[in-house]
């Protein structure tokens, strides 16, 4: 039963990396080979987690000088603000689903009975 549960969260994974993939333009890099077990065995959960969380605050900090930019006079490009908003917003909405997930499977071990 383990075995087919490791071959689900594969799938899963390799699902999300696809979706991932087709839908990040640039800024967001595949995650660590070390997931899978690969060469880069370095890159833990946590520093993948805080790669994210600096990602998404460069955006959310890029938004908002776009959009001081437009308030102030020194750019008329409203409409590159708008989408920089809208990124930083869906991204801050993705990484909070992360977490929400990571939270779920953390009260799902610790229901776990041994």
């Given at each position: 039963?383990?075995?087919?549960?490791?071959?689900?969260?594969?799938a899963d994974?390799?699902?999300?990396?696809?979706?991932?993939?087709?839908?990040a333009?640039?800024g967001?890099?595949?995650?660590?080979?070390a997931w899978?077990g690969?060469?880069?065995?370095?890159?833990?959960f946590?520093?993948?987690m805080?790669?994210a969380?600096?990602?998404?605050?460069?955006?959310?900090q890029?938004?908002?000088d776009?959009?001081?930019a437009?308030?102030?006079?020194?750019?008329?490009?409203?409409?590159?603000?708008?989408?920089?908003s809208?990124?930083?917003?869906?991204?801050?909405?993705?990484l909070?689903?992360?977490?929400n997930?990571?939270?779920?499977?953390?009260?799902?071990?610790i229901?776990?009975?041994?």
């Amino acid at each position: 039963m383990g075995n087919e549960l490791g071959v689900l969260i594969r799938a899963d994974l390799d699902r999300i990396e696809a979706d991932l993939s087709s839908i990040a333009p640039s800024g967001i890099s595949a995650p660590p080979t070390a997931w899978h077990g690969g060469a880069d065995a370095g890159v833990s959960f946590a520093d993948a987690m805080k790669e994210a969380v600096h990602g998404v605050d460069a955006k959310e900090q890029a938004a908002s000088d776009k959009l001081a930019a437009v308030d102030s006079g020194r750019s008329d490009d409203l409409v590159g603000a708008m989408l920089a908003s809208q990124e930083a917003s869906l991204s801050f909405s993705m990484l909070m689903q992360v977490r929400n997930k990571v939270v779920g499977a953390f009260d799902e071990l610790i229901r776990l009975q041994l």
